[in-house]
C-alpha cells in the first residue's frame, strides 16, 4: 500500500518537473534573424498618454525648438495633462485620419504580426487593420522622399538577436503619440527589435527631428512583447467614420448627451 508520504513526494516531483518544463520553454533560445510570428504587447501598447517612454505626464518634458513648440500649441488633445475637452480637440485620427507612424507603435499598438520575406519584411497590425513594408535588400533610406503617412522604411540586422529599422519620409500632418506631439518632415524614427528568448521581444525606438526637437528622445525603452500561439485570430480594430460621427453628435458636440 503506497503511504500518504511517497504520494506526496510523488506529486511535489511531478510539480518540480512541470514547472522546470514551463521554465525550459519561457527561456528557449531565440531564433537568429527570425522575428516571425504573432506578438502581443499587452497593455503596454495602449500609450494613452504619450510615448510609453515619455508620457505627457507633467515629469517628462521633451527638447522641443520654439519652432516645435509652436507647434505642439496647435494640438489640442483629449488626453494628459493639456487635455481639452472633446468638443474642443483636433485630434486627426479622431476622424479616422491614418495615424501615421510612428503613433502606429505608440498608441493602441496591439498584437502584430510580423512575416519575413527576402527582400522586405512586412508587420501586420491589429489597429486599423494595417500593414508597414520594410525594405531589407540593403537599399539606402530615400533622400527626398515624397511623404507618406507611414514613411519609408530600411531594415538591416545589427546581430543575430536585433533588427534595425530607420524611417523617413513621414507626412507631418500626423502625430507622433496620442499627447499631440509633433513633428516636421525632417522626423528621422530609428526602431530596434531585439530577441530576448524564443518568446519575448524588445522594442526600443528613438525620435530623431532636429527642426522640432533640440535632440534625439526615446519614445520606447526596451517594450516588451510576447509571442502567441500561431492560430490566433487578429480582430478587427477599425476607425469607421460612421461610427465616430455618431460618437461625435452623442459626445463632443456643445451640449451633446454625457449618457
Known amino acids: 500500500m ?3 508520504l511517497s504520494i506526496r513526494t510523488a ?7 512541470t514547472t522546470a518544463l514551463i521554465a525550459t520553454a519561457q527561456t528557449a533560445p531565440a531564433p537568429k534573424r527570425d522575428l516571425t510570428g504573432i506578438w502581443d504587447p499587452g497593455r503596454l501598447g495602449i500609450g494613452a498618454n504619450g510615448a510609453r517612454a515619455n508620457p505627457s505626464d507633467g515629469k ?3 527638447p522641443f525648438t520654439p519652432k516645435g513648440l509652436a507647434a505642439m500649441a496647435k494640438n489640442k488633445t483629449s488626453n494628459g495633462p493639456n487635455q481639452v475637452s472633446a468638443a474642443e480637440e483636433n ?4 476622424y479616422c485620419d491614418p495615424q501615421g507612424f510612428p503613433r502606429q507603435n505608440l498608441f493602441e499598438l496591439r498584437m502584430i504580426q510580423i512575416v519575413q520575406q527576402p527582400i522586405q519584411t512586412t508587420i501586420l497590425y491589429t489597429y486599423d487593420r494595417l500593414w508597414r513594408s520594410i525594405w531589407t535588400d540593403g537599399r539606402a533610406l530615400a533622400k527626398d522622399p515624397d511623404p507618406r503617412w507611414f514613411g519609408y522604411s530600411t531594415g538591416k540586422w545589427k546581430d543575430d538577436f536585433t533588427f534595425v529599422v530607420e524611417t523617413n519620409g513621414l507626412d507631418e500632418r500626423t502625430w507622433i503619440d496620442n499627447a499631440g506631439r509633433p513633428h516636421s518632415e525632417a522626423l528621422k524614427v530609428t526602431e530596434e527589435y531585439h530577441l530576448v528568448d524564443r518568446d519575448t521581444m524588445e522594442i526600443t525606438m528613438t ?5 522640432f526637437y533640440s535632440k534625439p528622445w526615446l519614445a520606447l525603452d526596451k517594450m516588451q512583447l510576447k509571442r502567441v500561439p500561431p492560430n490566433t485570430d487578429l480582430q478587427d480594430m477599425i476607425c469607421a467614420p460612421s461610427e465616430v460621427n455618431a460618437y461625435n453628435k452623442r459626445h463632443a ?3 451633446g448627451s454625457k449618457k
Open 91 to 94: 485630434d486627426p485620427a479622431h
Open 2 to 4: 503506497t503511504s500518504k
Open 60 to 62: 517628462h518634458d521633451l
Open 207 to 211: 525620435i530623431d527631428d532636429p527642426e
Open 11 to 17: 506529486t511535489l516531483i511531478a510539480a518540480f518537473a
Open 253 to 255: 458636440a456643445p451640449g
